[in-house]
């Protein structure tokens, strides 16, 4: 369990933690535990797994030094926990062992809403003993025997499937309520296995690709459910080649894109235009920023008032063989051809995505999924210049968005944020650093002897509503 869970809208609620309460500056974050709960093995949960969870964040023997996983909490401290200058995380006080406070850095009066409040918590007695380089090895990552929440893992087939058992004397049962599924299959399948299975009753709930909506729609035994994401998909720039610093080359690549007709076509009519990530929720939108409309004749003025260079040839880093990611690719490189901009495309595996990204032997990608529209705030961690994506892939960096991510975090009241978060996407829309394609749509199929089931907003949890789920 996470101290916070999200709730089938991607909002977050009281989970492992039974509160959590930023103070009014943003500086600070008093965390509750919840008094009752304990690891599967009877041991009780504390504050001491919570702190030693961060520090394995924050570690530079688990994510590297610098990395972006240290950065995620905005823990006063970790900075120096990284780089090996201290040995605890400064801003991480324990006060008993249900209560935690930290200080923040910067300040962020909506902490309580980023995602690192979902991420699981550990079992610290179970390490006890492990050397700290060598946790990867840990049987414990194979095999999670020691829990905290509803289902207990059984057993993990590589490539297959996990098998939990509801933990029927669960500490939560008095607390939310015990699950009525006593058992749980999570496979792991490629969409066609999973809509077939879907059909012949032996999968109970799965996500739907657009080209199998009508089928799925046809099935008798099945209800069809669709529901705005937090996500998005889009193209994104390496600007670390100078060659695409210039603005106004980034535009000329979107006006060159008939972004509605490759989401109708690709995309099966799927998803909602938009302009920039921040993409909700509706205090938060500039109904001045709209996307760029399709406009060759204009992407080509653009493209000779910066002066390009008409020989230069643009590498896309197409990752993986997944079908409607290689048409997202080749429909860029059509769409540029248009306007005379050559486009080869370089395919690799998702295996090496991480180190072609650190090569940066390319000039654009794709992006996509992420929680965006949940909160504009969740944009800083792409765009804000102190992030990986922004200085070590991207190479983007604007003083002027720095300045207002800090300045959107520094308050909770909605009207202020709105101002902020506006020019934002004013920035955002004029200086392109992604192509913002659409947001997403997930759809989802459930079985029609499942009661309870809500469909969530993104694919990544299925179950978000499994507390609820029982057979009719």
């Known amino acids: 369990?996470?101290?916070?869970?999200?709730?089938?809208?991607?909002?977050?609620?009281?989970?492992?933690?039974?509160?959590?309460?930023?103070?009014?500056?943003?500086?600070?974050?008093?965390?509750?535990?919840?008094?009752?709960?304990?690891?599967?093995?009877?041991?009780?949960?504390?504050?001491?797994?919570?702190?030693?969870?961060?520090?394995?964040?924050?570690?530079?023997?688990?994510?590297?030094?610098?990395?972006?996983q240290s950065k995620v909490w905005g823990l006063a401290g970790a900075k120096e926990f990284n780089d090996g200058t201290a040995d605890t995380i400064s801003g991480v006080q324990v006060v008993d062992d249900h209560t935690i406070t930290a200080k923040l850095d910067p300040p962020n009066a909506l902490w309580a809403i980023g995602q690192q409040?979902?991420?699981?918590?550990?079992?610290?007695?179970?390490?006890?003993?492990?050397?700290?380089?060598?946790?990867?090895?840990?049987a414990y990552m194979d095999a999670p025997t020691v829990s905290s929440g509803p289902y207990k893992f059984v057993k993990y087939e590589l490539d297959q499937y996990i098998e939990m058992a509801r933990w029927d004397d669960w500490w939560g049962n008095t607390v939310w309520k015990q699950p009525k599924v006593t058992h749980v299959f999570a496979k792991q399948l490629d969409p066609p296995t999973a809509i077939a299975q879907i059909e012949r009753g032996e999968l109970t709930v799965a996500a739907v690709p657009g080209q199998e909506m009508d089928r799925v729609q046809k099935m008798a035994n099945v209800e069809l459910f669709r529901v705005p994401s937090l996500g998005m998909i889009g193209y994104w720039y390496n600007q670390r080649h100078t060659y695409l610093k210039d603005k106004r080359v980034r535009q000329a690549f979107d006006f060159a894109l008939d972004k509605e007709a490759i989401r109708k076509a690709v995309?099966?009519?799927?998803?909602?235009?938009?302009?920039?990530?921040?993409?909700?929720p509706d205090w938060a939108l500039n109904p001045n920023v709209k996307p760029r409309p399709y406009d060759p004749e204009k992407a080509k003025?653009?493209?000779?008032?910066?002066?390009?260079?008409?020989?230069?040839?643009?590498?896309?880093?197409?990752?993986?063989?997944?079908?409607?990611?290689?048409?997202?690719?080749?429909?860029?490189?059509?769409?540029?051809?248009?306007?005379?901009?050559?486009?080869?495309?370089?395919?690799?595996?998702?295996?090496?995505?991480?180190?072609?990204?650190?090569?940066?032997?390319?000039?654009?990608?794709?992006?996509?999924?992420?929680?965006?529209?949940?909160?504009?705030?969740?944009?800083?961690?792409?765009?804000?210049?102190?992030?990986?994506?922004?200085?070590k892939w991207m190479g983007y960096a604007n003083p002027r968005l720095d300045e207002l991510f800090k300045q959107g975090v520094a308050t909770n009241d909605p009207k202020k944020r709105?101002?902020?978060?506006?020019?934002?996407?004013?920035?955002?829309?004029?200086?392109?650093?992604?192509?913002?394609?659409?947001?997403?749509?997930?759809?989802?199929?459930?079985?029609?002897?499942?009661?309870?089931?809500?469909p969530y907003v993104m694919s990544t949890s299925t179950g978000a509503s499994l507390l609820d789920w029982s057979w009719k």
């Open 1 to 68: 369990m996470g101290l916070a869970r999200q709730n089938t809208q991607g909002q977050f609620e009281p989970w492992l933690a039974s509160s959590y309460t930023v103070d009014d500056s943003g500086s600070s974050v008093t965390i509750k535990l919840q008094p009752t709960a304990r690891w599967s093995d009877g041991q009780p949960i504390t504050a001491a797994d919570v702190v030693w969870t961060w520090e394995l964040w924050a570690a530079p023997w688990v994510h590297g030094p610098a990395s972006a």
């Open 117 to 138: 409040m979902d991420f699981g918590i550990l079992p610290k007695h179970v390490f006890d003993g492990w050397p700290k380089d060598k946790l990867a090895d840990h």
């Open 267 to 280: 995309n099966f009519g799927l998803g909602k235009p938009t302009a920039t990530t921040i993409m909700g």
């Open 301 to 391: 003025a653009l493209l000779t008032e910066a002066g390009w260079d008409p020989t230069q040839t643009l590498t896309y880093l197409l990752v993986g063989s997944d079908a409607f990611v290689k048409s997202l690719a080749e429909v860029f490189q059509q769409y540029l051809s248009q306007i005379s901009v050559k486009v080869d495309l370089k395919t690799v595996t998702s295996a090496v995505e991480i180190p072609e990204f650190d090569k940066g032997e390319f000039d654009v990608g794709l992006i996509g999924g992420g929680e965006f529209a949940r909160d504009p705030s969740l944009s800083a961690a792409y765009f804000r210049s102190d992030t990986s994506w922004a200085s």
């Open 418 to 454: 709105a101002d902020v978060y506006f020019e934002v996407q004013q920035i955002l829309s004029d200086e392109v650093p992604w192509i913002l394609l659409w947001q997403l749509e997930q759809v989802w199929a459930a079985d029609k002897r499942l009661a309870g089931f809500t």
